[in-house]
């Protein structure tokens, strides 16, 4: 057993609302310079849908994720060395533009500027790649005002795997959002195709990166990754990706669409998994295999043998009490109502989905039927609004059975708390007939529906893997000093710089800390002291 510490994140789409201010922080944050006018490491879609980009789903155009050849050995889709050499300088299975979109502001400057006039002025858009006049014909989430269209229902890759009956409900049947950011996978094609390293995986909590200085531009990794979640920046000539806002989760704070998400449908937490296990379970035959085989990656940290594995790996107790307070654990493996998006991608993600339920509810009461009564909702999963083999074509490889079990015991969870806000006579049958008891159904109620910030994000500071000084501080990786976060949570102040020499030999030591600064004069320490000059008085 070779156990490892990873930082997953489930999100339950029964609470989307597709209100995209994720997305919208996601990009001030980290995508809002010159060459990532178009990428969006946070994106929601509408599905039914193409996405973003366009069809990324359709993996034999695209190439992305792992299979397995005739020897049954993984091997990425985009294929081994010798064919990935071959098509170095020149890629053809890679997005172009036109399937992200092309980045557009307004002109502005004609609606003040224009002279006065009996015709109103107008602001064309104008392309924020060249500047030049373009058409709006695309966006990140252009699939939110075509939903249920003919256009979509023809270009959907998850729909065209659908039987003729799916196709045809489409029309009248149903519509949901889907936040997706880079899967942090277990098994990442973008850093097995990388041919100059610059991808990898790092120990301490898995977090999937980019490192700058080895990145040649290849784009390898933009064809290799699945999801289509690796980015090109056509100023820097360097890939970028989702980076799981890993300066926040060092220091022990959610990522930035985990904290802005207006829905509270995002949980942040750890999970411990057994490395070793990994090629196994990715290497399975049957694509349907690949949930199940994910979840026997997966660890106890109760089990002492776990445990003792997981500090010989130089995990600290803290990581492993928060693995045992994970709310991403909970719903992965306790109650097993998370699910993995695309796991026939072999790349085992780890941002998982709870399947949307809802407009069950709002069928059964349409219909004139009690929405909440157990003996309805369970008779109407098969007929969910929302086709379960559509959810099994996005997350459980086409294999219904998890979804629906998934779905059941949401259901179940909503009949059972019904009664008890009714004041009406608990059923155990209810809880018993999903496999769980009624504690259960009330736990998983109160973290899905009540829990506060601390329950939904269980993120423990940074550690250095591999042994150490263990009463030396976690760095932080942008902290000047060393310390345990950017900040002293406590007064918000930045630990003072340790002293340095400027060019010329002239002391830092004393400078003031613009941080703790009160805006009222020029404080002392501002600017460096001028050296005096030989010869003068005094």
């Known amino acids: 057993m070779r156990c490892m510490a990873q930082v997953a994140m489930v999100m339950n789409l029964d609470k989307c ?50 299979r397995l050849d005739a020897r049954g050995r993984l091997v990425p889709r985009s294929g081994g060395r010798a064919r990935r050499l071959a098509r170095l300088f020149a890629n053809p299975e890679l997005p172009a533009l036109k399937d992200y979109y092309e980045p557009w502001t307004y002109d502005y400057e004609t609606l003040i500027a224009a002279p006065l006039g009996n015709d109103l002025p107008t602001a064309r858009p104008r392309s924020l790649i060249d500047g030049r006049p373009t058409a709006v014909t695309w966006g990140p989430n252009w699939d939110d005002d075509l939903g249920g269209g003919p256009e979509q229902l023809a270009a959907d890759p998850v729909l065209k795997k659908m039987n ?43 977090i999937v990166l980019v490192d700058q200085d080895r990145c040649r531009g290849w784009r390898m990794c933009v064809s290799g990754c699945p999801y289509k979640k690796v980015y090109f920046n056509h100023a820097t000539g360097k890939a970028e ?69 997981a500090e010989e790996s130089g ?27 695309h796991p026939e991608y072999r790349t085992l993600p780890m941002v998982w989905y709870v399947p949307p339920l809802s407009p069950v509810v709002e069928a059964l009461t349409r219909d004139g039927h009690d929405g909440e009564h157990p003996a309805a ?11 379960v083999q559509y959810l099994a074509g996005l997350l459980t490889a086409g294999d219904p059975a998890p979804v629906e079990a998934a779905l059941c015991r949401l ?16 059923d155990p049958s209810i809880a018993r007939g999903v496999g769980m008891e009624e504690h259960d159904l009330e736990a998983m109620y109160r973290l899905l529906a009540l829990a506060k910030y601390e329950e939904r994000y269980v993120v423990p500071t940074t550690y250095v893997a591999g042994g ?34 400027a060019p010329g030999g002239m002391s830092l030591r004393g400078r003031v800390n613009l941080l703790n600064w009160n805006g009222r004069g020029r404080p002392r320490g501002l600017f460096p002291e001028r050296p005096a000059r030989k010869g003068a008085a005094g």
């Open 241 to 309: 990706k989702c980076t799981f806002c890993y300066p926040r989760i060092e220091a022990g704070e959610p990522t930035v669409c985990a904290e802005t998400c207006v829905g509270r449908l995002r949980y942040l937490g750890v999970l411990l998994y057994d490395a070793d296990k990994v090629g196994e379970a990715a290497s399975v035959p049957d694509d349907k295999d690949l949930y199940a085989a994910q979840l026997d990656c997966f660890l106890d940290p109760y089990d002492p043998e776990v445990v003792r594995a």
């Open 17 to 66: 609302i597709g209100c995209h201010t994720c997305s919208v922080t996601c990009k001030q944050t980290w995508t809002n310079r010159t060459g990532t006018e178009y990428a969006w490491f946070n994106n929601v879609e509408t599905r039914p849908g193409q996405g973003y980009p366009r069809g990324h789903e359709d993996q034999d155009t695209w190439k992305g994720g792992w």
């Open 164 to 206: 003729e009956q799916v196709r045809l409900e489409y029309e009248q049947a149903f519509m949901f959002h889907l936040p997706r950011i880079c899967e942090h996978c277990l098994n990442p094609s973008c850093v097995a195709v990388c041919p100059s390293g610059a991808l990898y995986k790092r120990i301490e909590d898995g």
């Open 468 to 501: 150490g000084d263990a009463d030396a501080p976690a760095g932080c990786g942008l902290d000047p000093g060393g310390g345990h976060a950017l900040y002293d949570p406590e007064t918000f102040h930045a630990p003072p710089a340790p002293a340095a020499t």
């Open 377 to 387: 909702l369970f008779g109407a999963i098969d007929a969910l609004r929302i086709p």
């Open 315 to 341: 995990i600290p107790h803290d990581w492993i009490t928060a693995a045992r307070r994970s709310p991403v654990r909970q719903l992965i493996t306790t109650y097993r109502i998370a699910l993995p998006l």
């Open 411 to 426: 259901a179940a969870m909503r009949a059972h708390m019904r009664r008890i806000n009714l004041g009406e006579e608990r």
